[in-house]
């Protein structure tokens, strides 16, 4: 008789945990980051780096967990989870969505801000949809630790690993012509759940070394270098999934940075046989462009000699002038000499465009693109932003949700999130006081650890006690660009000073926040907070962290009891930091700007700093906001019934989830990306796009 299987092997075990750190699903799937964090509690929480994880095991180690039969049950059961997942994997990608940064995973660091972010969103509700997609984008060889010097932001370039981070090589490759020089193109793809994400780089061994670092930083380099990239996503993300054998049969270029697909595509139209109409006609009905433009100063342009450069060639194959090209990129009243415009080009060869908010449909046509239409409105519509709802909820009120909204609650109606009204206020007000004391103790374990790297030689002994685990906690998380005031608190340092010295009801504010690393303006507000926040009697209450990165962001939305937003209006497309903060029971105090202008009922499910005036000074906006945060919003905290809970406060988190949560989701912005999707295949099909090809 063959003697009964005490266990799984250590090759066994290995092997299923590798399938699940290769697949991305783990960012959102509870059960499967559970599995990772029985094996390593700390250095999960820590790190939240499966693969790193998977491939620090020992031998022992792996026969151990093999024996270990509540592990082997529950690494078994995951692991059918996610092959039951991915059996429901459409066969062929019909939709290929190109953008030039993927926020997917903190490991993958092909993200800078919001518009990786919201990449990854996008691909993410795909892939729980099942909508047909591939993305593509590109794979970055360094990037930025943030090292402050005095307050002044520096950047230490780190060498990126693409096996350590996740991506399988693909066996097939392609090339693209850079000025006449050919340029071989690496593959490489990550699998996110049911979704394909391909990014490329030029770090080949076949490629001179001045061509192999092309692809070497995101948004590096000169504007010659930023084209170079911009070619390598565009022209060879096309011949990329030539090369994978894919055939999409719609494109949605995620800003101006994509725009080059579509020149690509005429090219081989024309060489299929079709007249440069019949291509041009055929290109535009089966694009769908996303811009994320808010001022005409965030176009991305490109002086007339790089377009001769790097586009006369393919004007002569194509029959068409360089002159004819540029025209593209320009408004009608511009001279031929003028910088080329992307987001032009792309509004040219888009059948669908979209802005990202109402009030950013309306700026983009009042001050961004309306000239492309004399005389009419601009036919531009809007898809407000959505965020991906288990990427950013904390797993506390995950649980939370599952139990009372039901397992679908990411995706939930309005209906099924009134259910939130059922929650009982101590518990969910007990789920807030843990996640917020949860923040303040990794803060602490960061913030010393994060100064001695950066140089920090004096007494570090009051960075380990920063911060309150019970008081009123606002976070500033937010790109240091200028347009977003991410240091409008420290411009009124004594009002402040008087906030956070408050013995009964103490404020304790989080900035958080990177800068372009050309961003000069940017830094300096970075300098001026980081000044203020280590002066002695308030380094305790204001602080500072450096290095934000996707761990850090779900750290501080996880923590924050208010999350605090204030762009000049107008000037934000959308920014779905907010909408996140909805998931993790924080509540919203921010100007009325992007999205948080159509969302945000003042006083009910947020707070509204100002009001509708474009224009508003620095000063006002910092006065607004402090009049808030005086009269309302610490009032409202720090108002206890007998039992120590604040019931008024709470009230307004269940408001804002009852009223948001099924409106941020990305399901509704996926669907409605869809739709438009839906319409430029029928459009392609009038066009006789296969036909063409």
Not at 484 to 508: Q, Y
């Amino acid at each position: 008789m063959a003697r009964k299987a005490t266990g799984a092997s250590a090759e066994e075990v290995s092997a299923r945990l590798g399938e699940l750190a290769r697949n991305f699903r783990w960012v959102w799937d509870l059960p499967t980051q559970e599995v990772f964090r029985a094996i390593d509690q700390t250095g999960w929480d820590r790190d939240r780096d499966p693969l790193a994880l998977v491939n620090s095991l020992t031998p022992e180690r792996l026969t151990a967990l093999g024996k270990d039969k509540p592990f082997r049950d529950r690494l078994i059961a995951v692991a059918g989870t996610l092959g039951a997942y991915l059996a429901e994997k459409p066969a062929e990608p019909a939709v290929a969505y190109f953008c030039m940064e993927h926020g997917i995973a903190p490991t993958l660091r092909s993200y800078a801000g919001g518009l990786g972010m919201l990449a990854g969103c996008i691909e993410k509700t795909a892939s729980d949809l099942g909508v047909p997609m591939v993305a593509v984008g590109l794979r970055y060889g360094q990037w930025f630790r943030q090292r402050l010097d005095f307050g002044w932001q520096h950047e230490i370039w780190q060498d990126s690993d693409p096996v350590a981070a996740g991506l399988q090589p693909c066996p097939e490759q392609t090339t693209v012509e850079l000025a006449g020089e050919q340029v071989v193109v690496r593959i490489w793809r990550a699998q996110v759940g049911r979704v394909d994400l391909y990014l490329l780089d030029t770090d080949v061994e076949e490629n001179p070394e001045h061509l192999r670092s092309v692809t070497d930083r995101l948004y590096g380099g000169d504007a010659e270098h930023r084209l170079r990239q911009e070619v390598v996503l565009g022209v060879g993300g096309v011949r990329a999934l030539r090369a994978l054998g894919l055939a999409p049969k719609v494109y949605h270029a995620n800003e101006g940075h994509a725009a080059f697909m579509s020149l690509e595509r005429i090219e081989a139209l024309v060489g299929a046989g079709a007249s440069v109409d019949q291509a041009v006609a055929a290109v535009r009905a089966s694009t769908v462009f996303t811009t994320h433009t808010a001022v005409p100063a965030g176009f991305d342009l490109f002086d007339r000699a790089l377009i001769d450069r790097y586009f006369g060639d393919w004007a002569h194959r194509v029959g068409v002038s360089v002159d004819w090209l540029v025209g593209l990129g320009h408004f009608a009243d511009q001279y031929p000499d003028e910088p080329f415009n992307m987001a032009l080009l792309s509004t040219r060869l888009s059948g669908q465009v979209n802005a990202v908010s109402k009030l950013h449909r309306e700026v983009t046509e009042s001050r961004v693109l309306g000239p492309l239409w004399p005389g009419r409105s601009a036919p531009v519509r809007w898809v407000t932003n959505g965020v991906h709802p288990r990427t950013w909820t904390p797993a506390p009120l995950a649980r939370l949700f599952d139990r009372q909204i039901g397992e679908g609650w990411d995706y939930a109606d309005a209906e099924q999130w009134n259910e939130v009204w059922q929650i009982p206020d101590a518990e969910l007000w007990a789920v807030r006081q843990q996640l917020r004391a949860g923040m303040v103790e990794a803060i602490r374990e960061y913030l010393p650890r994060t100064l001695a790297e950066h140089g920090w030689t004096a007494d570090l002994g009051w960075a380990a006690e920063v911060l309150d685990p019970q008081a009123l906690t606002v976070v500033v998380a937010r790109r240091s660009a200028e347009y977003k005031e991410t240091d409008l608190l420290v411009s009124l340092p004594e009002r402040l000073t008087r906030l956070v010295h408050d013995t009964d009801r103490p404020l304790r504010v989080i900035v958080a926040g990177l800068a372009h690393p050309k961003d000069e303006g940017g830094k300096e507000r970075i300098r001026r907070i980081v000044e203020f926040s280590l002066r002695e009697e308030i380094r305790h209450a204001v602080v500072y962290l450096p290095g934000y990165d996707m761990r850090l962001a779900t750290l501080l939305l996880a923590g924050a009891d208010v999350w605090l937003n204030h762009p000049r209006r107008g000037d934000e497309a959308c920014g779905t930091s907010f909408m996140k903060s909805v998931y993790c029971g924080g509540r919203i105090m921010t100007t009325p700007d992007g999205g948080a202008d159509e969302l945000i009922v003042d006083g009910d499910n947020g707070w509204l700093i100002g009001d509708r005036t474009y224009g508003a000074s620095r000063e006002t906006m910092a006065h607004n906001a402090f009049e808030l945060l005086e009269q309302a919003v610490i009032p409202e905290f720090y108002d206890r019934d007998v039992d120590g809970l604040p019931g008024a406060w709470v009230a307004g988190i269940k408001r804002s989830l009852g009223s948001l949560a099924w409106q941020v989701s990305s399901v509704g912005m996926v669907r409605a990306y869809q739709r438009l999707y839906r319409q430029a295949e029928r459009s392609a099909v009038r066009q006789r796009v296969a036909e063409l090809v």
